[in-house]
């Protein structure tokens, strides 16, 4: 007989975006006559750049002739992309990253998700709250957690965001060995400063423990005093991954791009104690288990890079900053606790309501559809998330509606 992995029975069904869906349908056969603005929304609304469209058409007509066909590529990333990354992301700020300690990938979703299968079951491991449900989601199917009890899994050390530490969690009251972290952070749109990222660098060097640090919005840092890699922190190679995409900064999400960075310094320990290299681990999983993106979509990537690239990316993340821009003046001038809304395209605000309260209360009374905060975390009960991923037109009408009605 035929035995299932029963961690995934522990798995919370997650209703949030079939039920922001039935809602707005109910709502919308009862007024068919009032347009919906969707304000809810985690994905890219844009275009790719012209630069990248370029690159990707001159890439599949090589695969079309005898000398620029490619078969299988290294699994790890051709180099000329792992070298631009290198360049531009990190040496370009002044972090020591090379070309060798970068792995390309077809998502920022399957990187943090895979990633905690490299360590022992008995990892103690802490994931803030609210978050990016990835995270969790991953170590309860690897079994790292009990059941679920009171919106919680046992056995996982949460770290609470909250108004009280103004989104950015203090250091775990118990001993932890993997950290999670998400900066610019989805949902609450909340950024870390160098000096507070310096205390988890340093705690996880005191601790022997992993960071494992998501930068999937990384670029819409503008705050120039705001670090866009964690290796921009000192002492932060022994001790951190880092995830980056495409999805975000170049509106990859339907064309699929991304990158783990495993400094060479990196460590875990087996269960002698004994320091155990991290790249070569990861570099051996990712061998195994992936074989490589797409030849044409690494070429897109590249040209991300290019000067053209870097000029039309930035107009892009621009243009989404310039909505959560809108959106926070209103919802501030409302008088509205909230954050994010600056380096971050997202606006995380709180109410006295519950989380789908407001929600139904904000569809019913201007047709805009938010997040509700409750569907990352017991600690986004009493929030709703809003998404500058529209077009400057929908979000002018939606804040106009809203300004209106609240
Ligand atoms: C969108 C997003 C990603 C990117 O995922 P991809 O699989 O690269 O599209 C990663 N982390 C967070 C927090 C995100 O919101």
Redesign the pocket.
């Known amino acids: 007989m035929l035995k299932i992995n029963e961690h995934y029975l522990k798995l919370q069904a997650s209703y949030l975006f079939s039920d922001i869906a039935k809602r707005v349908a109910s709502f919308q056969e009862q007024h068919p006559d009032k347009d919906v603005i969707k304000l809810g929304i985690?994905d890219v609304t844009k275009p790719l750049p012209g630069a990248c469209i370029e690159a990707f058409h001159t890439a599949v007509d090589e695969m079309g002739t005898e000398s620029g066909f490619h078969g299988y590529g290294p699994e790890q990333g051709y180099e000329f992309l792992r070298q631009a990354i290198a360049e531009n992301d990190f040496q370009a700020r002044g972090a020591k990253i090379t070309a060798d300690e970068i792995f390309v990938s077809d998502?920022?979703?399957?990187d943090?998700g895979n990633i905690q299968e490299l360590f022992s079951l008995g990892a103690r491991v802490a994931i803030p709250d609210p978050v990016?449900p990835v995270y969790l989601d991953t170590n309860v199917m690897a079994g790292r957690t009990g059941a679920f009890v009171d919106g919680r899994y046992q056995g996982i050390t949460y770290l609470d965001s909250t108004r009280a530490n103004n989104y950015v969690p203090d250091l775990p009251a118990e001993p932890v060995d993997l950290i999670y972290l998400?900066f610019p952070n989805?949902p609450t749109g909340s950024t870390i400063s160098k000096e507070q990222l310096k205390i988890w660098v340093d705690y996880a060097r005191e601790n022997k423990a992993l960071i494992l640090f998501?930068a999937?919005?990384e670029a819409f840092i503008r705050d120039d005093a705001l670090p866009h890699s964690i290796y921009e922190i000192e002492g932060a190679r022994e001790v951190a991954i880092e995830?980056r995409?495409f999805?975000?900064n170049a509106g990859f999400?339907g064309t699929r791009c991304?990158y783990t960075v495993v400094p060479k310094e990196c460590m875990a320990y087996d269960s002698a104690g004994n320091k155990q290299p991290v790249h070569p681990l990861w570099n051996r999983r990712h061998c195994t288990k992936f074989n490589g993106v797409s030849y044409p979509v690494q070429r897109a990537a590249e040209a991300v890079y290019s000067d053209e690239g870097k000029a039309q990316t930035s107009a892009l993340v621009g243009s989404y900053l310039k909505n959560a821009d809108l959106i926070a003046r209103v919802i501030g001038e409302l008088g509205f606790d909230y954050v994010g809304g600056d380096n971050s395209p997202y606006i995380w605000i709180h109410s006295d309501r519950d989380s789908w309260n407001f929600f139904d209360m904000l569809l019913g009374k201007t047709g805009v559809v938010c997040t509700p905060g409750a569907g990352f975390g017991k600690c986004g009960r009493g929030y709703i998330r809003l998404s500058a991923f529209n077009s400057y037109e929908n979000v002018e009408r939606a804040m106009e509606r809203i300004r209106q009605a609240l």
């Open positions: 985690g998502g920022a979703k399957c943090t990016y998400c989805n998501d999937a919005y995830f995409s999805s975000k999400t991304a």
